[in-house]
């Protein structure tokens, strides 16, 4: 079974049904799916978000977030050590957010789904 961390931007996809949601689940369908806890609070920034510009859609999207936070879901969630986040971090120049989903696929031997610009060009420079 393949291994996978998801970071915010394919699991606010595939839960939220973006454009890219049928591609991301394809790729998630099979799959062992890893996370660190902070994509749930993630995840709940984007749903207020869209809240906010959708308010009709409000109860959607609730049911939306749950849904994709069920436990249900399958979805385990660990977190990487937080000195490993902070050297990859320093390192790589990304956030503390983003450097935590490279540091748990490392730590996984896992791939790392995103649609991330920026994440992605750090995964391809650990990569080389």
Known sequence: MTRVVVDASVLAAVTFGEPDAAGWSAR??????????????????????????????????????????????????LDPDPADVLLVANATGLTTYDASYLCLAGMLSADLLTADRTLEAALDQFSA
């Open 28 to 77: 998630l369908d099979g799959a062992a799916v890893f996370a660190p806890k902070l994509l749930q609070y993630e995840l709940l920034s984007v749903a207020r978000k869209k809240c906010r510009q959708l308010p009709r859609r409000t109860p959607e999207i609730l049911a939306a977030l749950a849904a994709a936070l069920d436990p249900a879901q399958g979805i385990a969630w």
